[in-house]
């Protein structure tokens, strides 16, 4: 084995399972070894295996989903060639000792690196993110030949929900009931509530804003918006707490989450057709 002797294959299987990917993309230069021992691991596994000797780049252009990325020459390109992969939904091992957190991660990025504990053999796994540009570091779990992968809380976002005190910017606007504002520069209501009982779970801090226009949100030209929309679209905003109506345009430009308050019921009637 030349690329991958620091790397035991059986751990990118047993990640591949956990994360439930369709396929196995293998960074780097490939020998004949390599590919042997490859193939035998993952033969009627049901998971697809690429061996690719080029840039992380060339590999994220491509329409590849639900991927694990194995690189054993560590992070080293430019931040642009590797920004599109932390958009869509890979999965990515760094088996190296050469690692520059990338600035392109974000809150939802799976970023994983590996390295060797003081027991032979058992492997140390932390993931990586970014919020606001800050790096955030988890330990994910470990590994070794006998116990093989033991990650002790599985769900992602439970692992992340520590956001230490990070500050988030909140842009807003009254309305009544749902977003009512106070004699101390903070806001009350029923959407505003929301927001409070996830910055206590996750342990982040608020700093409400309001758009200079007071305006919820509408197209300005040049694929450029005002009001609230506007704010986050230009990340003077992290999260923006109103009652906005989404919109297939606003959806393009931003991410929604439901109002847990919400509740529609909506019915079309006709005429029955043997009235007509």
Not at 138 to 153: H, K, N
Request: hydrophobic share 45%.
């Amino acid at each position: 084995m030349a690329a991958y002797q620091v790397l035991p294959l059986p751990l990118v299987l047993d990640l591949a399972h956990f994360f439930q990917v369709a396929n196995v993309i293998f960074f780097s230069h490939v020998d004949d070894a390599d590919t042997v021992e490859i193939i035998e691991i993952f033969n009627g596994t049901g998971i697809t295996v690429q061996l690719v000797d080029s840039t992380g780049k060339a590999v994220c252009q491509k329409e590849f989903t639900n991927s694990l990325l194995i690189d054993t020459s560590g992070y080293h390109a430019e931040v642009e060639d590797y920004e599109l992969c932390f958009k869509r939904r890979f999965y990515w091992l760094i088996a190296s000792a050469m690692f520059m957190p990338p600035i392109a991660l974000r809150l939802d990025s799976n970023f994983i690196t590996m390295r060797q504990d003081d027991a032979p053999g058992h492997l140390l796994l932390t993931e990586h993110y970014r919020v606001k540009k800050q790096l955030f570091e988890v330990t994910l779990g470990s590994w070794s030949p006998a116990q093989r992968l033991d990650i002790p809380i599985a769900h992602t976002w439970e692992r992340r929900k520590n956001m230490k005190g990070i500050t988030m910017k909140i842009a807003t606007l009254p309305f009544p009931q749902v977003i009512v504002p106070t004699k101390d520069q903070d806001f009350d209501g029923l959407l505003v509530s929301y927001i409070k009982i996830y910055s206590d779970l996750s342990n982040f801090t608020l700093e409400w804003d309001m758009p200079a226009d007071r305006s919820w949100g509408i197209p300005t030209g040049n694929e450029s918006w005002n009001g609230i929309i506007g704010m986050i679209q230009r990340k003077e905003a992290d999260i923006g707490v109103a009652p906005l109506t989404v919109s297939v345009e606003r959806d393009e430009v931003v991410d929604f989450l439901p109002d847990p308050s919400f509740r529609s019921k909506e019915a079309l009637i006709i005429i029955n057709p043997a009235y007509i």
